[in-house]
């Protein structure tokens, strides 16, 4: 049997889609109660009860329902009335992976409501990086987010969203949606390039992009440089990036005109962090 060895145990949760709630005093006491829970649709595949994880009945090669054991917390769910639970849900339709759904429990295991992530960050390839329970906030760090121009496997945004429950209304309300892609390092390291900023340049570019960048510029040019726009591996300059995953094209203005510099290449280098590594002039 599975069994979920790490979890976060905070002082209270998040719920989604109210459905009402038990009155008896019992609480979610491990998080390996939630291998046997309820679950709704998920993936097209109907509604049921996970056994040992995972939804049971739906034929071979037709996609699976499982609990992603790594993404579960436990906490008062609804202030004041006992441990529940929050988690991650991982489907998928006959091998293509889905966004991920968010589930949420009453203290007697009861199934309050979901929340598909595809509904809130509108990427189709995201996940959950993290999942945990700060006070009365749910916060949800979800990564592969896809954009229409991000190869088919892997999205290149990533988001933080904080959810609270509203009991008045019965469902979770988003308090926050942070989505994180290239264009504010770019915009950060222009920024800096423009004040003569070297050293808060540096940590935005690699040497290697910082060096083309002022080889390709002047000091009187680079105090009007800007971004004109990013695009993905698929866009029309595609070629130009690589195995780069993102680009964003420089300009300055020469003769009151924009003159274009060349193409950052933006690489992720870290939890919502960008870097530029080249300059394709």
């Known amino acids: 049997m599975r069994q979920i060895t790490t979890v976060r145990r905070c002082g209270l949760a998040v719920a989604v889609a109210c459905a009402g709630f038990a009155g008896a005093a019992a609480a979610i006491d491990s998080p390996d109660e939630l291998l046997n829970a309820p679950v709704p649709s998920a993936c097209e595949h109907p509604a049921g009860t996970l ?7 739906i034929p071979d090669g037709e996609g699976e329902v499982v609990l992603d054991t790594s993404h579960v917390a436990l906490g008062a769910v609804v202030p004041g009335r006992g441990t529940g639970a929050v988690a991650a849900l991982t489907c998928n339709r006959g091998g293509v992976g889905w966004p991920q759904v968010i589930v949420v429990y009453d203290r007697d295991l009861r199934l309050l ?75 950060a390291l222009v920024a800096a390039l423009r004040r003569g900023a070297m050293g808060t340049a540096r940590r935005w570019a690699s040497p290697r992009a910082l060096g083309t960048i002022l080889a390709a510029t002047t000091p009187a040019t680079r105090r009007s440089l800007r971004i004109r726009g990013c695009f993905g591996v698929l866009g029309d300059r595609g070629p130009l990036l690589g195995t780069a995953p993102r680009g964003c094209t420089l300009s300055v203005r020469v003769g009151g005109r924009p003159s274009t510099v060349g193409v950052l290449r933006m690489r992720p280098v870290a939890w919502n962090r960008w870097r530029a590594s080249d300059l394709v002039t």
């Open 113 to 187: 409501g979901s929340l598909d992530l595809l509904a809130v960050t509108h990427g189709g390839r995201e996940h959950v990086r993290r999942l945990r329970l700060i006070g009365r906030i749910a916060e949800i760090q979800v990564v592969n987010i896809g954009r229409p121009d991000d190869p088919g496997c892997c999205g290149t945004r990533s988001a933080t969203l904080r959810l609270v429950y509203d009991r008045e209304r019965g469902a979770v309300r988003v308090v926050s949606r942070r989505f994180f892609d290239e264009r504010g390092a770019a915009e």
């Open 51 to 57: 056994v040992d994880g995972e939804l049971p009945g």
